[in-house]
């Protein structure tokens, strides 16, 4: 493999597992707020014990956030120099305000959080935990802005080389960070009601704190199955969106090659690697016209019709992205989300009116639901950034001319074996820790203070 092709094997091992942690920071900090909120409005003192107990666990995982996110931003003066020189002007004002507004926010206020239990006012202290959550979801949004630049480039004229910026707001409003920004947040909570579902299925089985995890495993399952409908809801209108900016994601989500009206969606296909020759495939007639247009009649454009309208338009060359992997990372992304779901509806049934089924198999069935979000979020992100391929800024940019130019195929090799042995050291150490206090359990009631006992006696 070439300098390109390691360059891109790089930037998508360490972007797809700094996104493992991303959505699960960002769906726990809310469930952390709305578990101590009930703490608050209630004074029981499981809703504290659960509040400090998944706030263990939202910090291992913020932390390895943190550390796989900086080193993520390393990549792009090491091996996509010209891509930062072209993109620099755009993205340096979003990501400069994703870190010095809302990464300080979440990080002071986490970190005045976890101090504070003792030592600021329940009030204050509720507030610092929402100003977390708050924060992780403005981080996602100026992210997701400039990413959504690559998508759709907006605000922006080309002089001297560069895109330089001349309408920061167009870049902050694009379209596709509009429907994205929904679209991730919803994910996020599903990832954030998974893990409260699978570590509390882990100590309903065992019988264990009952009153801290039975009312934690029906919040994370509500939040899964809720945030899942949010997340259809969200997709359709994000694929309306991708149809217009980008059709050829869309055809290539289906490996639909010949335009159609109206378009099927296909559940499953056998057929070759490319896809242009299905032998078997389970079809769901005009639903992917309805995805793409709103109308179970509307015309999907084909790969063929637009690999020549791209051709007139940007000359010579091959506008198609790898067909099996926009394929079946598609119908991977929802397949696992849609699993997450009817785990969460499972779990509500069987724990409705507090019932307690005694059944092994169904706890650990529970507790390994925990991948099903993370493998959904990364075949998600494997599709939207393959799907744009050859184009590294869509229409403007494509990725050869993003590659640092000095950089040879040796010096990325090294570092793209440097950083996945090092991610799966930090792996060894993310999943030992969130085992081992997961399996802790939460902290045991507090015994009152003397002032409080006291004022019980009298």
């Known amino acids: 493999m070439d300098a390109l092709d390691l360059a891109r094997w790089q930037f998508g091992i360490t972007t797809v597992y700094h996104f493992l942690f991303v959505p699960i920071t960002i769906g726990m900090s809310l469930l952390v707020a709305l578990i101590q909120t009930a ?28 550390v796989t996110g900086i080193v993520q931003e390393f990549q792009f003066g090491m091996n996509w120099s010209s891509y930062s020189r072209f993109v620099g002007d755009i993205f340096g004002a979003p990501l400069a305000i994703e870190a010095l507004l ?47 630049f690559m998508q759709w480039p907006v605000g922006f004229a080309e002089r001297n080389g ?73 997709g359709d209108t994000l694929g309306k969106i991708m149809t217009q900016t980008q059709p050829m994601k869309m055809a290539a989500a289906e490996a639909l090659y010949e335009t159609r009206q109206p378009a099927p969606f296909s559940l499953f296909t056998i057929g070759t690697l490319d896809g242009t020759e299905p032998i078997f495939s389970l079809e769901i007639p005009g639903l992917l016209s309805y995805l793409a247009t709103g109308s179970f009649d509307g015309r999907v454009e084909g790969i063929n ?38 785990v969460a509806l499972v779990l509500l049934w069987v724990t409705r009116r507090g019932r307690l089924p005694d059944k092994p ?75 081992k206090y997961g399996k802790a359990g939460p902290p045991p009631e507090e015994e009152p203070r003397d002032a409080d006992k006291l004022a019980f006696a009298y």
Not at 305 to 313: S, T, V
Request: with cysteine; net charge positive.
């Open 361 to 435: 198999w169904l706890w650990r069935g529970a507790v390994w639901a925990v991948i099903l979000p993370s493998l959904a979020h990364s075949f998600g992100w494997i599709f939207t950034e393959m799907g744009r391929q050859p184009w590294l800024v869509f229409s403007v940019m494509p990725t050869p001319d993003g590659v640092s130019p000095a950089v040879g195929s040796g010096t990325v090799l090294t570092s793209l074996i440097g950083f996945t042995l090092l991610y799966g050291a930090l792996a060894v150490v993310e999943v030992g820790l969130m085992i």
């Open 39 to 66: 703490w608050f409005r209630t004074g029981k003192p499981a809703y504290k014990r659960a509040a400090k107990f998944w706030g263990k666990l939202l910090l291992i995982n913020f932390a390895m956030g943190v």
């Open 162 to 234: 560069r895109a330089e910026l001349t309408d920061f707001a167009a870049v902050l409003t694009n379209k596709v960070v509009l429907a994205t920004f929904p679209h991730t947040i919803f994910g996020a909570w599903l990832s954030g009601g998974v893990i409260l579902m699978a570590v509390s299925a882990y100590h309903l089985g065992r019988r264990r704190d009952l009153d801290v995890f039975l009312p934690s495993l029906r919040l994370g399952a509500w939040t899964a199955l809720i945030s899942f409908a949010l997340v259809l809801v969200s």
């Open 305 to 342: 019709d637009l690999q020549a309208q791209y051709e007139q338009r940007f000359g010579p060359g091959d506008y198609r992205p790898y067909i099996p992997i926009t394929y079946w990372g598609f119908r991977l992304m929802i397949g696992f989300g849609a699993l997450a779901a009817l």
């Open 102 to 148: 809302a990464f300080f926010l979440e990080s002071t206020f986490l970190g005045l959080w976890i101090f504070g239990w003792d030592r600021l006012s329940k009030g204050l202290h509720l507030m610092c935990i929402w100003l977390v959550a708050i924060g992780t979801m403005l981080s996602a949004y100026f992210i997701l802005a400039a990413n959504s």
